[in-house]
């Protein structure tokens, strides 16, 4: 079996999910090695830089495909922990994040129903809930109205 192109390692990386230029550069270094005409960086840059002008890579999907597929599940404070380990641009993931601020609370209120339902019956549960809310990303004052407001359904 011939061994693959940097284009070709990178077109692999991107067809399994989205990858950001941070996060292939990475992940390829590890594979390429210099030439004796071409170093293993020149390699990356010269792929990517084509796959980014072929519009094959893009980091406004990246943020988008993290913002769609942990969205629901995780607060703008872990989303932008993984927009950042990403190595996202700091405008893009403060757009990204903003439109998950929108959508903050109703996004802890259906985590907390799916996982408690119920509201703490003393502060030992009340601090439980507390700690997982907050342990899943969300903002203080939002974690606080989703607990408080479960006596309200």
């Known amino acids: 079996m011939a061994s693959l192109s940097v284009k070709g390692r990178a077109l692999r990386h991107l067809a399994q999910r989205e990858h950001s230029r941070a ?15 071409v170093p293993a960086q020149a390699q990356i840059a010269a792929a990517l ?8 890579l893009s980091e406004a999907r990246v943020a988008a495909s993290v913002l769609l597929g942990q969205g629901r599940r ?28 929108a959508t903050e609370y109703e996004r802890a209120r259906e985590v907390w129903r799916r996982r408690f339902g119920s509201p703490p019956a003393d502060a030992a549960e009340r601090a439980r809930q507390i700690r997982f809310l907050a342990g899943r990303g969300f903002d203080g004052d939002v974690i606080h109205r989703v607990v408080r407001g479960g006596e309200e359904d």
């Open 23 to 37: 996060e292939l550069e990475r992940k390829l270094a590890r594979v390429v090695e210099d030439t004796a005409d």
């Open 74 to 101: 995780y607060g703008v404070h872990r989303l932008k922990q993984t927009m950042q380990a990403k190595g996202l641009a700091p405008e893009l993931v403060a757009q990204t994040l903003q439109q998950a601020r």
């Open 49 to 56: 830089d084509d796959l980014s002008a072929q519009g094959l």
